[in-house]
């Protein structure tokens, strides 16, 4: 099964920016529309940007114009630029197949906003 490596996570205060990287085990990335997922505590895993293979993105509401997701076939990775993070960004963000999570989910990375 393929498995997901996520990092890139950190402690930001609002308004900062990251950049989060994601890097599949296997050239089946490549095939596939990829997800960022998030996941508050309390609350469930939710989808915020995915990604087509020809690269077309696709966002929720609450990340449009602050968020742009991004990927490398070549290097089977896929990223998240955050900016203009807001308190309620915090969360372990994954990434994953999408509508199918056919991976393995990795550990995440937390990403913390606060001042």
């Known amino acids: 099964q393929v498995q997901f490596v996520e990092s890139g996570g950190g402690l930001v205060q609002p308004g900062g920016s990251l950049r989060l990287s994601c890097a599949a085990s296997?050239?089946?990335?490549?095939?596939?529309?990829m997800g960022w997922y998030r996941q508050a505590p309390g609350k469930q895993r939710d989808l915020v940007a995915r990604?087509?293979?020809?690269?077309?993105?696709n966002y929720v509401d609450s990340v449009k114009g602050r968020f742009t997701i991004s990927r490398d076939n070549g290097k089977n990775t896929v990223y998240l630029q955050m900016n203009n993070l807001k308190p309620e960004d915090t969360a372990v963000y994954y990434c994953?197949?999408?509508?199918?999570?056919?991976?393995?989910w990795g550990q995440g990375t937390q990403v913390t906003v606060a001042s």
């Open positions: 994953n197949g999408w509508p199918l999570n056919w991976g393995g």
């Open positions: 990604i087509t293979t020809g690269g077309s993105p």
């Open positions: 296997g050239s089946i990335f490549r095939s596939y529309t």
